[in-house]
């Protein structure tokens, strides 16, 4: 017997009508040089019907690609919300990428039409003789440098069009959105997501069980919107009437830290660097004010136990880990604690990686491929699927990166029997010494919970004997001492003797990714060309 229920696809238009009219008054609050600009949902739907009408003008249609070269600000949402929309593909570039990789990732995506912020002019200007003289480029505001000519002006575009685009009817599993990964070995890979599947991540971030957004929360979108679409959270808040607050390029601790006095979220969202930034920052300011804020979500890395501690202890505030990938869209697991866990307990499980979303599902691996028990102890490869998760690459055939149906993540660790994550390491990065596994994550996790360390980052070294042991590259707390042997005192009264480095150095700053990740690759290479400065113990 079939179903007489309707059948009505599940589309971005649909989740933009609803934030339109059923949060018509919600804000979104953009944080400028010279203060902070607002824009209701209703405002910002019409702005993105201008701009649907300006992109049709140009000769965009279903199916052409548009990029966005931008900062998280209003009129980045309104390309989220028109692009999409009108049944073109929104591809949003990652603004932090060498000029080779990004010229790759446009020309690979053919994108016709890039929206660039004007204050990027100078990024952008390195790349634009690299890709198709007839790519258009729109300037989203006056150009200060001159650097790009025969560019037009997104606000003269838009102001010229009037309101009341049609969107159109489109079938749910058409191509809606473009994300490359960031490329931290050979090229980026594209990575499409379609209507239904954002539909489905936005209901998904809603659920207690994730993130829980909801109408009441005002949401500190520090995360990149280039950055898997800021996680999935603008198209979450149209979903549920959620604000939002876009940081631009204010970034840095003492910003941000303004920004929750002011603008009041309940929610912020960040990878763990930003947040240390902010905790150091927090140390020396007398007037911070968490009040706000009900919970911290950090993602992108594996966050500290300190951390979390701090936040809990110092400030009254909760944190949670997200884990995902840009192929995931990126949610799959939240480390939300189980019911009935005393508060003294709870950071048992946020320093996991996460626990399931309901919507995905996640196994471990072993290196032949066989699927490990769900024990909390047997470590291997997660992999993972679900409607959000991609089935392949666009253009790159990698079958590599999957079996049997399920993504292989390239992240080791282990399951539990109630669905919680704890990821040890990457493939790449796992320390095998003497065939036993040594966890660069958690080396890292230990050893910035010492007082004077501001970073820890550990990458595998050969050795003659082991084959491979850890050295741990450190950078300390501005006018803060403490010496290698000091530091590996620390490590040895809470991780096993034999994983404690033998080799230090202490450096100015750890390389970063585009997404704010440790850059081992640069910290290996740097180690192999004889450029660190190392200290042996015995």
């Known amino acids: 017997m079939k179903s007489t229920m309707q059948d009505g696809p599940l589309l971005i238009s649909g989740v933009v009508r609803h934030g339109e009219y059923v949060y018509a008054d919600k804000r979104v609050f953009t944080v400028t040089p010279d203060g902070t600009e607002s824009a209701t949902f209703f405002e910002i739907s019409k702005r993105a019907e201008r701009l649907a009408a300006a992109l049709t003008a140009l000769g965009v249609a279903r199916g052409d690609r548009v990029a966005t070269f931008m ?55 390195r790349v634009r003789d690299q890709i198709p003289a007839e790519t258009v480029i729109i300037l989203r505001g006056p150009s200060t440098e001159g650097l790009l000519s025969g560019t037009l002006s997104y606000d ?133 004010d968490f009040t706000s804020v009900r919970v911290i979500v950090a993602g992108g890395s594996a966050v500290p136990r300190f ?18 990938m840009t192929e995931t869209s990126p949610l799959a697991a939240v480390s939300v604690p189980p019911a009935g866990v005393a508060r003294e307990d709870d950071i048992d499980y946020r320093v996991k990686a996460g626990r399931i979303v309901a919507g995905v599902e996640v196994r471990v691996t072993d290196d032949e491929g066989h699927v490990a028990p769900r024990d909390g ?31 292989r993540t390239g992240d080791i660790g282990t399951l539990d029997a109630e669905g919680f994550m704890v990821v040890t390491d990457r493939t790449k990065d796992v320390i095998k010494s003497g065939g036993e596994w040594i966890s660069s994550v958690e080396l890292e996790a230990t050893v910035m919970a010492h007082p004077a360390v501001f970073e820890a980052c550990v990458i595998a070294v050969p050795d003659e004997r082991w084959q491979e042991r850890p050295l741990c590259c450190v950078v300390l707390n501005p006018g803060a001492g403490a010496s290698a042997a000091e530091l590996r005192k620390f490590l040895a009264e809470r991780v096993a003797k034999w994983w404690l480095p033998e080799r230090w150095s202490f450096i100015d700053a750890v390389p970063k990714t585009s997404v704010g990740k440790f850059d081992k690759k640069v910290l290996r290479q740097r180690y192999a060309d004889g450029e660190l400065s190392v200290e042996t113990l015995h």
């Open 71 to 125: 900062w998280n600000n209003q009129a980045h949402m309104e390309t989220y919300v028109a692009v999409p929309s009108m049944g073109a593909i929104l591809h949003t570039l990652n603004i932090r990428l060498f000029p080779e990789q990004l010229a790759y990732i446009i020309n690979h995506a053919a994108d016709k039409v890039i929206i660039v912020d004007a204050s990027l002019e100078a990024l952008f200007a």
């Open 307 to 324: 951390m979390i501690e701090q936040f809990r202890d110092v400030h009254n505030v909760d944190l949670v880990q997200g884990w995902g």
């Open 377 to 407: 102890k047997t470590v291997g490869e997660f992999e993972i699927r679900g409607p959000w998760v991609t089935g392949s690459y666009y253009g790159d055939d990698d079958p590599a990166k999957f079996r049997d149906g399920w993504l």
């Open 156 to 288: 003269d575009l838009v102001d010229a069009q009037q309101p009341g685009f049609d969107w159109p009817d489109l079938d749910e599993r058409d191509a809606a959105i473009m994300c490359y990964t960031s490329g931290t070995t050979g090229n980026p890979k594209g990575v499409v997501y379609s209507h239904r599947s954002t539909w489905l991540h936005s209901l998904a971030a809603t659920t207690a069980n994730s993130l829980g957004l909801c109408e009441r929360d005002r949401c500190l979108l520090i995360v990149p919107m280039f950055h898997v679409n800021a996680w999935g959270n603008v198209f979450t808040a149209l979903f549920c009437g959620a604000e939002l607050i876009m940081p631009q390029m204010f970034l840095q601790g003492a910003p941000i830290l303004s920004m929750i006095k002011e603008l009041r979220p309940t929610i912020a969202l960040g990878v763990p660097t930003i947040w240390n930034d902010v905790l150091k920052v927090a140390e020396s300011s007398p007037d911070v």
